[in-house]
């Protein structure tokens, strides 16, 4: 016969310093891994969601990046007529020839400079990125002096509303438009005209990179391999997807330092709900006792404690995850080790993060609970009355 759970919450609510005590410990620690597991799920976010399953990314061969990249503008006309490029409205290639550089803005709040990515792209670049959306402004013109700046760049660096100009290269860009790519990485770049970037940073006759939109997602993976098997190019192509999982390297450290004290922060609540129950079990040895005489068998007492610390933990566990929702949705920046830039990503609490932290928390009840719920039921019955 089964102990009811009602018994274990009255339980609780009888020792209310211990059970709040206990579960703020669990509280903190679920806080602060709920807290880890935003930040790389937002990380992975604005890496992973930025790349298309249908683009190409073109480099010389052995880059690893953008900025190390590099190749003969000659090769780029061979590169548009490869098979398996899908065609605007007019029938032409959708391809774009790209630089990426770095220059340095000072942020809105003043708290120093960051390097940020200037992308110079051919119109065609912005039919390849159709997740970015124009929020504020028009698009800039080819061959003038103007950039557009992602919806980070706009709200976390000065002189980045539509109107102002930005300073980098050789003078001032006006800012004509603010692109909103859903969260994505390229919210943490500016565009402008690729040839006024290359010829402002001294980098004319080549590409950095270019850009190959695919018929559908099958003729992108034939394409990749076409750019790389084909000698007269001595290219490398790679999945936009492929590029961009790779950057989420960047969050190593993040995992690293946080499961780290996320996983000592563990231990210390699982020994805060062992002493919890422990102390439970002391307080109520004739009770226990009256159980058995009554008919309950060890294992239902062994249950019924286990039981009661689990639900410690899952209070633990609701309290933390209600503590991390006002910072959800919050942003922060990340040096990029292939960029060598910022990358503003935000806090993402899901619903798959909210079920790993309820899960994190039983696990640390379970392994606090059992040795008293296991103590509590090989305790001698006429030991117990007497106590």
């Not at 290269?169 to 390229?186: H, L, R």
């Not at 007269?232 to 936009?240: A, D, F, P, S, W």
């Not at 563990?266 to 226990?288: L, Q, W």
């Amino acid at each position: 016969m089964a102990i009811p759970i009602s018994y274990n919450i009255r339980n609780l609510k009888l020792r209310k310093g211990l059970t709040i005590m206990t579960a703020l410990g669990i509280a903190l620690t679920v806080t602060t891994a709920v807290f880890l597991m935003a930040l790389l799920t937002g990380l992975k976010k604005a890496f992973m969601a930025s790349g298309d399953p249908v683009n190409v990314l073109v480099m010389r061969k052995g880059s690893t990046a953008e900025l190390s990249g590099g190749f003969d503008a000659n090769l780029f006309p061979t590169l548009k007529t490869l098979p398996g490029i899908a065609t605007d409205k007019e029938g032409q290639p959708l391809a774009s020839g790209e630089w990426v550089v770095v220059v340095v803005l000072p942020r809105k709040d003043g708290t120093g400079e960051v390097n940020v990515s200037v992308r110079g792209l051919m119109p065609a670049g912005l039919t390849l990125r159709p997740s970015a959306k124009l929020a504020e402004g028009r698009w800039f013109t080819p061959g003038q002096r103007e950039v557009v700046v992602g919806r980070s760049i706009h709200n976390r660096f000065s002189g980045a509303k539509v109107g102002d100009n930005l300073d980098f290269a050789k003078g001032q860009w006006k800012v004509v438009g603010v692109f909103d790519s859903g969260g994505t990485a390229y919210d943490s770049e500016i565009w402008g005209d690729v040839n006024q970037i290359a010829a402002d940073f001294d980098r004319q006759g080549g590409y950095s990179s270019a850009y190959l939109r695919a018929t559908d997602p099958v003729a992108a993976d034939a394409l990749k391999h076409r750019v790389s098997d084909d000698q007269r190019l001595k290219l490398e192509g790679t999945l936009e997807t492929e590029y961009y999982e790779k950057q989420t390297s960047s969050g190593g450290a993040i995992k690293f330092i946080g499961s780290f004290v996320a996983i000592i922060m563990a231990i210390g609540s699982s020994f805060a709900a062992m002493n919890t129950m422990y102390a439970a079990v002391a307080y109520r040895s004739r009770e226990i006792a009256t159980l058995r005489i009554i008919g309950f068998s060890r294992p239902s007492i062994l249950t019924s404690f286990v039981i009661e610390a689990l639900l410690l933990s899952l209070l633990g566990a609701i309290v933390g995850i209600v503590l991390i929702l006002p910072f959800n949705g919050m942003s922060t920046g990340i040096g990029n080790s292939l960029t060598f830039s910022e990358t503003v990503f935000s806090l993402h609490l899901t619903w798959g993060v909210a079920l790993a932290a309820v899960g994190f928390a039983l696990i640390m009840g379970l392994l606090g609970g059992f040795a008293p719920a296991w103590h509590a039921a090989r305790q001698d019955i006429l030991t117990s009355l007497r106590a």
